[in-house]
């Protein structure tokens, strides 16, 4: 484990098993949330493709930022976030709640995410812990003010990384996706699975 004024990378935490059974579940989640891309509230399309799992998803429209509880196109609950994630998040996140979101971000060839805070949940007390499935990310992590300076950090599949404490509201992106570099996705890529406490903790209720 590598930690760091709480960003903590645990390289390696998920085999190849548990890799794959990941993206079979995704991928049959899928088939009931279609991906799809998001539009930012300035009206671009993100170049990721995304979808949900968890009582609640993240969602962008001109509307702006949100949490919603259904599919923006099916208008169905979201399908439920995998035990293995949640026994995950169990042991890992140090958590009080379960997580109540798990956004899917698909990236095919030439997707990127730009430099963001994930700052749209009810309690920063809650980390974020994300997995990364497939083709390596080239992942960036800065501090807190857009201004502060940046670290490159290479993401490979089974990788897990949380963001917690200090590093739970800090700037981060993936500047791109090594294409080639894991056969793991079908149809190549990589997929970013980010889980989330997006809702008040039952403390807070
Ligand atoms: C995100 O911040 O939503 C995604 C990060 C990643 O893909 O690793
Ligand atoms: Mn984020």
Redesign the pocket.
Known sequence: MIEDRGFRLFPGRLDEAVQRALVDAVFAAAADAPFYRPLTPGGQAMSVETTNLGEVGWFTDARGYRYVDRHPLTGAPWPPIPPVLLDLWADAAGAAAPPDAC?V?LYRDGAR?GLHQ?RDEADFAFPVL?V?LGDT?V?RLGGTSRKDPTRSVR?TSGDVCLLSGPARLAF?G?DRVLAGSSRLVPGGGRI?L?LRRARPGPANL
């Open positions: 956004l971000n995410m994930d994300s990364s990310a992942f993401l981060h993936v970013n980010t």
